[in-house]
């Protein structure tokens, strides 16, 4: 005899009541999935491409007009003038080197200096930037949003399109509760993901500021099957409420497993 959420959930009930070997599937219901979106300042060097300005003045150097007076009166400028900063950046990036002699100030390219002209050395510089990224809080791994989550190699995966929404903002279902706020993440595993999603960037450090986290929520459709000595297993599917692009029920394996384990540790009524 067929309860009512076999009634609601008919079409789903006959796709995959027999999915599990001895096991029967007794309730389909909607499960929040928890997820963190998070924000964290980080310091990263960033590669410089040469400027104009830049390049004039290694130019002009590299013919010979290499005194600073010289140099000045070439590009048109006052000795004092504000944009001779750009000779001490130069200097401070090892592209230019200084000395004085009985003519004043005189400036030689360095190799580096060559190396930039031809575009094969870049100057690094470190720069605080805001990172945003998703965390699966069940799985306690980044998430990608247009990944599927069972997702092995992302450079084959199709855009998924996953639906975030506000945890404070749902009531109905059942709701898996954040637990595994992503505050102390593992230094090296951070800095690799970093480097991977912020293209031009490479991770040097944390800044000194708190990182920032919200509770997210993913809908999902959970399969309650139950075996002859009464244990539970929990196949999570995706839900048409959570995708932007609804293809299939597709069955979301890793965290099944991870669900399952919830419920074995956290048990709760779904019927």
């Not at 003045?57 to 140099?71: M, V, Y």
């Not at 190699?153 to 637990?179: F, I």
Request: hydrophobic share 35%; aromatic share 16%.
């Amino acid at each position: 005899m067929k309860t009512d959420f076999l009634i609601t959930y008919e079409k789903q009930y006959d796709l995959f009541k027999d999915h599990h070997e001895d096991f029967e599937l007794v309730n389909i219901f909607e499960i929040h999935i928890p997820f963190w979106k998070c924000v964290q300042k980080v310091v990263a060097e960033k590669s410089v491409a040469i400027d104009r300005f830049s390049k004039v003045i290694l130019e002009t150097i590299i013919t010979g007009i290499n005194t600073h007076t010289e140099i000045c009166a070439f590009l048109g400028i006052a000795e004092d003038a504000f944009v001779t900063v750009q000779f001490h950046y130069l200097v401070k990036n090892s592209l230019l080197k200084e000395q004085y002699n009985d003519t004043g100030l005189i400036y030689e390219i360095t190799p580096e200096g060559h190396l930039f002209l031809k575009k094969k050395y870049t100057i690094k510089q470190l720069e605080v930037v805001p990172f945003s990224f998703l965390y699966n809080d069940l799985l306690e791994t980044f998430f990608d949003d247009k990944i599927t989550i069972d997702s092995i190699d992302e450079k084959r995966q199709k855009s998924v399109d996953y639906k975030l929404m506000e945890t404070r903002n749902l009531r109905k279902g059942v709701m898996v509760e954040h637990k595994n706020k992503p505050y102390k993440l593992p230094f090296l595993e951070f800095a690799t993901y970093f480097n991977k999603k912020m293209n031009g960037y490479l991770f040097y450090d944390l800044d000194d500021s708190r990182m920032k986290a919200y509770e997210r929520s993913i809908s999902f459709l959970a399969f309650e099957y139950i075996s002859k000595d009464n244990s539970k297993h929990y196949d999570i599917r995706r839900h048409k409420k959570s995708m932007q692009k609804f293809r299939s029920y597709t069955l979301e394996e890793k965290l099944s497993f991870a669900v399952t384990a919830y419920f074995k540790k956290y048990p709760i009524e779904t019927n």
